[in-house]
Structure formats: C-alpha cells, structure tokens
C-alpha cells in the first residue's frame, strides 16, 4: 500500500514537525490543531521557520513554496477522511488519545492506517478501543522530527505484518532511519532516556553538581550533543512527567518515580524551551540555571 496523503493530529512541537517532513518529501499532508483557536499562527511560525531555512541556505526557495504548497492545516478532524495514514501527535494522555483513535475510525477508510507518535503509552491499549486492530501501530518520531532520523515502529499485539511493512517504506520514503520495536512501555529509546534524565535530577537533589556542572559532565565525557537538563527542557518537563509516570506505572522501580523538583517546576508551568524556563531560564543568552531552583530541594 502506498501512503499519498497523510493526516496529523496536533499542530504541537511534533505534529508540525511531523507534518513538515511528510510535507517536505513531496507527501500532502492535513495537520489538524487538536485545542480551539485559528492556524493564523501555526501557518506563519512556520513560514518564518522554513524562511530561515532558505537564508541560512538550508533549502531552496522552490522547496520552501512546495513544503507550504502541500501542507494544509485545519482546525476540523473530519478533514483527514482523504488520508491513507494518520499519526496522532496530541497531548500525552491515553484517555484523550483513545477518545481520538475512537473518533478517527468513524471518520477515515477501513484502509487508512492509525498511528500514534506516543512517547511511553500503550500502543496497544490505543488499538483496544478499535475495531479494526491489525491497522493500529506506533510511529514514534524523535525531536525535532525534521532533524532527527530515527523512528521507532511500534508493533503492538494485533498490529498485521503488512501494516509494520507499509510504515516502514514509508519512513524510507520521508529519508528517515526505522527500527521495529514491539509495544513496551517506553520503546527502546525512552526506555533507556527517562531514567537517566530522571538520575541526573536525583543527582542534582544530593548536590553532587550543578545543572551546569552535570550537562558539561555528559557532554564533555560521554559526549553526549546535550546535556540531561538541556534534553529535558528541550523534550517538554511535561512530556518528560508523562513518559515517568507511565514507565513508573509499568515497572513499579524508585528510580523511575518522578523526583521532586520534576513535579515542582510542571506544576509552576515551567516546562523547558517551549515555555521560555524549565531547568534553565531562556530569557537571557546565553541560558542561566532556572532562579526557581537556587535552593536545594532534596
Ligand atoms: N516532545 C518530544 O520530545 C516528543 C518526542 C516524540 C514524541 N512526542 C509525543 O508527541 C505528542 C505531542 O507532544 P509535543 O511535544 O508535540 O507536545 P506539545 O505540548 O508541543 O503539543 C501538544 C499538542 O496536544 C494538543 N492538546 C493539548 N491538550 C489537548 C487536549 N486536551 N486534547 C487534545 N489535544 C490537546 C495541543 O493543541 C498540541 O497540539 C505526545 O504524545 C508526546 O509524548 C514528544
């Protein structure tokens, strides 16, 4: 089966992401913005994004125009009837997200493939709510979608041979690298990620460093691209909450609960870059350690 036009559901960092690189390699691509409100300003973020691209000399005009040609953003799920496949991107909440895959079926063909960009739930749990199971998989894209080339395909229980075959083309299509991983809780990478960004708080809790010192550490001698407190503002501290309470819930191990000052700095809305502060405060160039966190919390 060849996938000729996707639908994404959310308009947030990964869905638009993700639509921008189906929409890049010549795919058409709805996204839908999943909370009230216009796509005024989704459409000029990104035309001001891809803008910077063409100067920076990182695409061409032409492509530009094309990507902006073949991405149509709306605010109505009905309009991804059309879509061969679906990748729901919305917030990271099973219940929200399994209300959606119940709406998603009356809406597309019994062909259409339904996928979810979930960074720690259930797969599997998504595809119980369907009907149709063996066209139910994970498509599980890494941030930035447009940079990074992993995707993890999710094989959940009765997801069909031949469902796990078409998504697979189709990543090689948009120019990504797959891996097929089966329904665990966290799939490979955020199963490995999350504890240790989880570690790194715990360090920063006994004060064995700062959240300076402990990402210089990582990017100095493991050479990491970034440091833990740098990849968790740049994931989401929500999104980071979420894949921990789900791993928690899984496992069931002190070392994957969420520490203290995770929970804290979600409940000040302090979720990293896309809020301006989370570890750090973006405010200022370069970045300082979030002034929330000047006293020790252990
Ligand atoms: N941030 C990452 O690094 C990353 C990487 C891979 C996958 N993911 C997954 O992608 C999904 C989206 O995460 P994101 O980082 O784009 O988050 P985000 O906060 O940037 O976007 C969240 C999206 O959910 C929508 N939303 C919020 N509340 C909603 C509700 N009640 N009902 C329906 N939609 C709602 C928002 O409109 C927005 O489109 C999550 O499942 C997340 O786990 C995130």
């Given at each position: 089966?060849e996938i000729k036009?996707?639908?994404v559901?959310?308009?947030?960092?990964?869905?638009?992401?993700?639509?921008?690189?189906c929409?890049?390699?010549?795919?058409?691509?709805?996204?839908?913005?999943a909370?009230?409100?216009?796509t005024?300003?989704?459409?000029?973020?990104?035309?001001k994004?891809?803008g910077?691209m063409?100067?920076?000399g990182k695409m061409?005009?032409e492509?530009?125009?094309s990507?902006?040609?073949?991405l149509?953003?709306t605010t109505?799920e009905?309009?991804v009837?059309?879509?061969?496949?679906?990748v729901?991107s919305?917030?990271?909440?099973l219940?929200?997200?399994?209300a959606?895959f119940?709406?998603?079926?009356?809406?597309?063909?019994?062909?259409?493939?339904?996928?979810?960009?979930?960074s720690?739930?259930?797969v599997?749990?998504?595809m119980?709510v369907?009907?149709?199971?063996?066209r139910?998989?994970?498509?599980?894209?890494?941030?930035p979608?447009?940079?990074m080339?992993?995707?993890?395909?999710?094989h959940?229980?009765?997801?069909?041979d031949?469902?796990?075959?078409?998504l697979?083309?189709?990543?090689k299509?948009l120019?990504?690298d797959?891996?097929i991983v089966?329904?665990?809780?966290?799939f490979?990478v955020n199963r490995?990620?999350?504890?240790?960004m989880?570690?790194?708080?715990?360090l920063?809790?006994?004060?064995?460093?700062?959240i300076?010192d402990?990402?210089?550490?990582?990017?100095?001698?493991?050479?990491?691209?970034?440091?833990?407190?740098?990849?968790a503002d740049?994931?989401?501290?929500d999104?980071?909450?979420a894949?921990t309470?789900?791993?928690y819930?899984?496992?069931?191990?002190?070392h994957?609960s969420?520490?203290?000052t995770?929970t804290?700095l979600v409940?000040?809305?302090?979720?990293g870059?896309?809020?301006g502060?989370?570890?750090y405060?973006y405010?200022?160039?370069?970045?300082?350690?979030?002034?929330?966190?000047?006293?020790?919390v252990?």
């Open positions: 089966m036009k996707v639908g559901m959310g308009c947030g960092a990964m869905g638009l992401g993700v639509a921008q690189v929409a890049q390699a010549g795919i058409p691509t709805i996204a839908v913005k909370t009230p409100g216009s005024d300003k989704i459409r000029s973020g990104l035309e994004s891809l910077k063409v100067e920076r061409t005009a492509k530009m125009d990507t902006l040609g073949l149509q953003l109505k009905e309009d009837a059309d879509c061969d496949l679906i729901e919305i917030i990271e909440d219940e929200t997200k399994k959606l119940q709406r998603l079926e009356g809406i597309v063909s019994p062909q259409t493939l339904l996928t979810t960009n979930t720690t739930l259930s599997t749990a998504m119980a369907c009907k149709q199971r063996d139910v998989a994970g498509l599980h894209f890494f941030n979608a447009t940079v080339k992993l995707v993890e395909i999710i959940a229980f009765e997801t069909s031949s469902t796990v075959s078409t697979n083309n189709f990543c299509k120019g990504k797959p891996v089966q329904d665990t809780t966290g490979i490995l990620l999350t504890p240790y989880l570690s790194a708080i715990r920063l809790e006994m004060g064995t460093g700062t300076g402990i990402d210089h550490a990582m990017k100095s001698g493991a050479a990491h691209p970034m440091g833990p407190f740098e990849l740049y994931i989401g501290l999104v980071v909450e894949m309470l789900n791993i819930q899984d496992m069931h191990q002190p994957v969420s520490p203290h995770l804290r409940q000040l809305g302090y979720l870059r896309k809020t502060k989370g570890f405060d405010s200022v160039k370069p970045p300082i350690p979030n002034p929330a966190l000047r006293h020790p252990a």
